[in-house]
């Protein structure tokens, strides 16, 4: 069985693909470059449905009520900072659509960059804290039953090629 904090690591590659697609994409635009709304567009689809529907609706609806339970993190519990960042990148991620409609470049790469920098500190945080916390307080069964609750929620397709 496949822990599932490695499941969720895997899964932070895809996401930091992606964010680093996006930064190269800030980069082009403060040099001059037009917007392109199409890749603009396709990225917070992916974040909207694999970053958020599909990833972190298995942090927020399954490990994270696992980790809140009676005797599982006694001491510096640290789940309420990680949902407190899951808002503030939505607020990002719709603030860089609504930028995106309007062709403000200025507000897209403000919101693209926000995001990026808090969902690279986020990731940081979740796989050498919370992670590594989580596998240590989760006994085995938890970690089954965990495992197999993500295994029934449709993994939603990415294609890497389109991120490079």
Same mark, same amino acid.
């Given at each position: 069985?496949? &822990?599932?904090?490695?499941?969720?690591? *895997?899964?932070?590659?895809?996401?930091?693909?992606?964010?680093?697609?996006?930064?190269?994409?800030? *980069?082009?635009?403060?040099?001059?470059?037009?917007?392109?709304?199409? !890749?603009? #567009?396709?990225?917070?689809?992916?974040?909207?449905?694999?970053?958020?529907?599909?990833?972190?609706?298995?942090?927020?609806?399954?490990?994270?009520?696992?980790?809140?339970?009676?005797?599982?993190?006694?001491?510096?519990?640290?789940?309420?900072?990680?949902?407190?960042?899951?808002?503030?990148?939505?607020?990002?991620?719709?603030?860089?659509?609504? #930028?995106?409609?309007?062709?403000?470049?200025?507000?897209?790469?403000?919101?693209?960059?926000?995001?990026?920098?808090?969902?690279?500190?986020?990731?940081?945080?979740?796989?050498?804290?919370?992670?590594?916390?989580?596998?240590?307080?989760?006994?085995?069964?938890?970690?089954?039953?965990? #495992?197999?609750?993500?295994?029934?929620?449709?993994?939603?397709? !990415?294609?890497? &090629?389109?991120?490079?």
């Amino acid at each position: 069985m496949k &822990k599932p904090t490695t499941i969720l690591s *895997d899964e932070h590659k895809n996401i930091l693909k992606v964010i680093g697609a996006v930064l190269k994409q800030c *980069d082009g635009i403060e040099a001059g470059k037009e917007l392109d709304k199409d !890749f603009f #567009a396709k990225s917070v689809d992916f974040i909207r449905n694999y970053a958020d529907k599909f990833h972190h609706a298995k942090e927020e609806d399954i490990l994270f009520v696992e980790l809140n339970k009676d005797g599982v993190l006694e001491h510096c519990n640290p789940i309420g900072q990680m949902l407190h960042e899951h808002d503030l990148g939505r607020g990002f991620v719709k603030g860089l659509s609504e #930028a995106v409609e309007k062709s403000d470049k200025t507000e897209a790469v403000k919101n693209a960059r926000g995001y990026c920098e808090l969902l690279q500190e986020h990731i940081f945080k979740e796989d050498n804290i919370l992670y590594p916390m989580a596998d240590e307080a989760l006994k085995e069964d938890a970690q089954k039953s965990i #495992a197999e609750k993500f295994a029934q929620i449709a993994e939603l397709e !990415f294609e890497e &090629k389109d991120w490079e």
